[in-house]
């Protein structure tokens, strides 16, 4: 893949072909490797194993944010205010982050980012544990995460590809939800023990000071190891040239979007598991803590699967969202604690599936020189639906009740992965296909001129 923007330009369409949108997300298959084959790098495995500690102290210190906010309120808005706090600046510099990253060491810049996080989550903790803490104090900390967040993200993310290169990347994003998934197994579980046993303050220590391994790791890696990325320079219109190198994209422009509609209305658990563990079943912080730990099983899940397929097609991004909405819908039903809890896997893998396959065709779809600023656009969209969806979220919870909140975002999730499927089968002039094979049934979208040669054939035998 060439380093230069302007070298990314994508060749002219076959008229025979699949339509761009389709066809370039299966020019971005890599070939097929073991589900851990990135491990084998040494700097990237430095990488994993402090993302491990440090994601595991992410998850606890959400579980206790949402949690004394709900203590200190008793409102599932306010803890949808502070949802939204956190990912606000995603929103609003999300861009500009991304041309901060492009420009700047991605090494260098995660160690100040990873430290800034370190001293919120100590800041939050000493508050808490003396008995100081107000509802504000923990809208600051989570808007402070969030400036953070803005350069972090696009740099951790952009990052993988100087740790492993291309032939590992589809691989490498993978795991990376993986270790995300694999800390929120361990994170909701300790922090619920935390906040029942010593209280929320020690969920915040925890976090704070489990950023020293992935600042040790960082520390570590040899730099020689890394493979280069040419930086871009310092220069006016930097986040205009991202934003037309997305435009000229389908493949880009519609994956972005549908991750935002998932984002924005299903992704709004805080909102919707502590409603449903404390006003629904009425079971505590425990429950809380259940819901996001078999959720974050069947996101394990999902992520290792990705690993194995290593494929990244708009089809599986499709019908992983409308799975996802479909399941949301079904739960916001269910009649007791344990049918709802048991929901949570299957919510997770379908999520899980959209995330991975949404972020995996963007990086590898995408030129080095412009990762920083696509993936901040990318994560902006996901990232920053949050402060639109959680305070909607919210006050639909508290007028009408959790159950209609959530079945609403399911049904918005559902029907936007289905516009989206209808509109790319009618710019491609696709049609849906549906026969057997080897006894299985097969249901897609083929070209209509495939399909007519296929009737053509069927009639004439």
């Given amino acids: 893949m060439s380093s230069g923007p302007g070298a990314a330009s994508a060749p002219a369409p076959d008229p025979n072909d699949s339509p761009p949108a389709l066809k370039s997300l299966k020019a971005t298959e890599p070939r097929k490797s073991s589900m851990f084959s990135s ?60 041309v901060l990253v492009d420009r700047l060491p991605k090494r260098r810049t995660l160690l100040v980012t990873q430290t800034s996080m370190a001293a919120t989550g100590i800041a939050l903790a000493v508050l808490t544990l003396s008995g100081h803490v107000q509802v504000w104090h923990v809208y600051l900390a989570a808007f402070a995460v969030g400036l953070a967040t803005v350069v972090d993200n696009p740099a951790r993310q952009s990052f993988v590809s100087e740790m492993v290169g291309p032939d590992q990347l589809q691989n490498a994003v993978s795991l990376n939800s993986a270790n995300f998934q694999s800390a929120r197994l361990v994170g909701p ?39 280069p990325v040419e930086r871009a320079p310092r220069g006016k219109g930097q986040m205009r040239e991202g934003l037309r190198y997305v435009a ?54 999902g992520a290792l699967l990705a690993a194995r397929r290593g494929t990244a097609r708009m089809r599986v991004l499709i019908a992983g969202a409308l799975a996802f909405g479909a399941m949301e819908i079904v739960a916001a039903f269910a009649p007791s604690l344990w049918m709802f809890a048991l929901l949570m896997a299957p919510i997770g893998i379908f999520g899980m599936t959209v995330n991975v396959t949404a972020n995996s065709s963007i990086q590898m779809a995408t030129d080095p020189a412009m990762r920083g600023r696509v993936m901040a656009l990318y994560m902006m969209v996901f990232m920053g639906g949050a402060p639109l969806g959680a305070p909607i979220a919210g006050w639909i919870t508290d007028a009408y009740g959790v159950r209609v909140a959530l079945a609403v975002g399911g049904a918005i999730t559902a029907t936007a992965a289905v516009t989206i499927a209808l509109l790319l089968a009618r710019v491609g002039d696709l049609r849906l296909s549906v026969g057997w094979n080897r006894g299985h049934p097969r249901v897609g979208f083929v070209p209509r001129q495939r399909q007519e040669e296929l009737a053509r054939v069927a009639r004439a035998a």
Avoid: C, H
């Fill in 248 to 301: 000229g994209r389908p493949e880009l422009i519609w994956t972005i979007v549908l991750a935002g509609f998932v984002s924005t209305f299903g992704f709004n658990f805080p909102v919707y598991l502590s409603a449903f563990a404390d006003d629904v079943f009425r079971a505590g912080a425990g429950s809380y803590s259940l819901f996001n730990t078999l959720m974050a099983v069947g996101s394990l899940a």
């Fill in 189 to 227: 579980a300790v922090a619920g023990l935390m906040i029942t046993g010593v209280g929320t303050g020690w969920a915040f220590l925890a976090n704070g000071l489990s950023f020293i391994a992935p600042i040790a790791g960082l520390l570590m890696m040899r730099a020689r190891e890394l493979y």
């Fill in 39 to 98: 491990l084998k790098v040494r700097n990237y495995r430095l990488f994993f194993l402090g993302q491990v500690v440090s994601n595991t102290g992410t998850w606890m210190q959400r579980i206790a944010q949402d949690w004394l906010v709900l203590s200190l309120t008793g409102s599932a808005t306010a803890v949808g205010i502070t949802t939204a706090l956190q990912f606000l600046p995603m929103l609003l510099f999300g861009l500009y982050g991304g």
